[in-house]
């Protein structure tokens, strides 16, 4: 398998486990389960959710090509991770305007991973193709 499906199809299920857990622990009432590392909140896990179904259906599409989602969702993580560090607050924590997204730092580098993940992938297929011609 190519390492643009490995990125979407790996990164799909780790977001589609995400989701699980944060559903699972907010109606089990414990959304800070994880303490500082995670908290969960339903928008949260419904992002999270949409993400992995759009990751996961990009890496078994035939007729897709991978790498533009590859980079857009590279980007997307890297982004998040960047903005959680460096601006937590900017989009709304706490709640503000029924907006309920907040970073914690175990999630910014998680969202740094992957995206540096799908970022290597990208690299290397360009890298990979300059080689060959």
């Given at each position: 398998m190519r390492p643009a499906r490995v990125y979407l199809l790996g990164s799909g299920l780790a977001l589609a486990a995400l989701a699980i857990l944060g559903f699972a622990l907010v109606e089990a009432g414990a959304p800070r389960a994880l303490g500082r590392?995670?908290?969960?909140?339903?928008?949260?896990?419904l992002l999270h959710a949409g993400l992995a179904a759009v990751s996961v259906a990009a890496g078994l599409a035939p007729r897709v090509h991978p790498m533009r989602w590859v980079v857009?969702?590279?980007?997307?993580?890297?982004?998040l991770g960047t903005l959680g560090l460096l601006a937590p607050g900017l989009f709304g924590y706490p709640?503000?305007?029924?907006?309920?997204?907040?970073?914690?730092t175990g999630e910014c580098f998680a969202h740094l991973l992957l995206g540096g993940?799908?970022?290597?992938?990208?690299?290397?297929?360009?890298?990979?193709?300059?080689e060959r011609d």
């Open positions: 590392a995670a908290a969960f909140d339903p928008s949260q896990s857009g969702l590279a980007t997307f993580h890297l982004a709640a503000r305007a029924g907006l309920a997204l907040r970073w914690e993940w799908g970022a290597y992938v990208a690299s290397n297929a360009a890298t990979e193709k300059k």
